[in-house]
Structure formats: structure tokens, C-alpha cells
């Protein structure tokens, strides 16, 4: 079993709504989360970095919240845009080792109709 | 932008063939790293580098073999292609700061594709 889960699998919006992605993890012990953006195609770019001491962060129009007691992560996208139509990955990263152990999530297909 | 290049983007050939995937960074970084993805699947880390002379196997199994001769430098070789290869294979790097805080720098992809 992942230790990262990643809903909905899918999901499509229209061009101006908002949505939100959920993460749930059970990795332990934790260092942080990441959310990458990953257009079809193309290779992953990092969105934002939520530590253990965070629980709300914004990058423009995406906003990630983290409960580190319930282990859930959500990125939330206001006013979408035709762009914002790709695979977002919750990636979460252990503490401990010098590679800091990395668990990816299977992503989030999200598709913004015009 | 994150200076990460593979080459070639796409590539289809047939079953036995000998194949490397490039892989160049001009970021100065240490890390390097080679992810598998199929569709609707996550990445799956099958070979990292910490520096030159440096390379270690992922958490999956793969019969691809890497090479860390430059530090800018990690390119990935199948000696015999099979259909199963199939895939997209993804070249990332990290400083060590980066690394510390989760963030890779991931190229563009490889899509392999196997007849």
C-alpha cells in the first residue's frame, strides 16, 4: 500500500471555479510535503514546501494546508485557469537519511474545461 | 526554469536493441537522480548518484544500468531493450540544501517505447 494517497484520481473543472486536492500520508517520521505541478509530458516543478510546523501556505493562486496530526495535506486552486490542466503530485519526504526518503504520491489528473 | 536536459525526448525502437538515455544538469549539483513513471502511476526512483563514482540502485528493480563520470553528467543504458521497458524515465538533481528540503529538479522526461 502507497504511503501517500493522492484524491480524487480525476478530476474536471470549468475554466474560473476553484477546486481542492487532497493528500493523505502515513509516512513516518515526517519531514515535509511537497506539491508538484507535472504537465503531460514534462517532468514535475515543485509548488510548495509545507513543513511539520506549517498549515497554510500560498503560491499565488494555489493554497496547501497541512494537519500534520491527521496526516492530510490538501492543495487548493482558486479561479482556475486552462493552464492549471495537469497531474498534481503530493510528494512527502521522511527525516533521518542524507537522501531524506522521498514517497510520491500517484497524482491528481485535474482538467480545466474553457 | 531548472537547468536539467534529457535526450532524447521520445524514442521507439525495436526489441534488443541498446539504448542510453542522457541526462545533463549545469546547476553545479552533487545528486542526481532517475525515476520510472507509467501513466497514472507515481515515480518510481531506480538509480541515484551522490557525486562522481558515486551510483546506487532505487527502491525498484531495474535492469538499467547508470554511470556518474561528470558530476553534470547521468546518463542510463539498457543493454537489451524489451517491450517491458516501456516507460517514461525521468532524470532529476539536487543540491544538497535542496535535498535536505525534498525539492528535485526534474528534466523533461525520456518516453521510451519498446516493439
Known sequence: ?114 | EADIYQTPRYLVIGTGKKITLECSQTMGHDKMYWYQQDPGMELHLIHYSYGVNSTEKGDLSSESTVSRIRTEHFPLTLESARPSHTSQYICASSSVESANTGELFFGEGSRLTVL
Open chain 1, 1 to 114: 500500500k502507497n504511503q501517500v494517497e493522492q484524491s480524487p484520481q480525476s478530476l474536471i473543472i470549468l475554466e474560473g471555479k476553484n477546486c481542492t486536492l487532497q493528500c493523505n500520508y502515513t509516512v513516518s517520521p515526517f519531514s515535509n510535503l511537497r506539491w508538484y505541478k507535472q504537465d503531460t509530458g514534462r517532468g514535475p516543478v515543485s509548488l510548495t514546501i509545507m513543513t511539520f510546523s506549517e498549515n497554510t501556505k500560498s503560491n499565488g493562486r494555489y493554497t496547501a494546508t497541512l494537519d500534520a496530526d491527521t496526516k492530510q495535506s490538501s492543495l487548493h486552486i482558486t479561479a482556475s485557469q486552462l493552464s492549471d490542466s495537469a497531474s498534481y503530485i503530493c510528494v512527502v519526504s521522511d527525516r533521518g537519511s542524507t537522501l531524506g526518503r522521498l514517497y510520491f504520491g500517484r497524482g491528481t489528473q485535474l482538467t480545466v474545461w474553457p
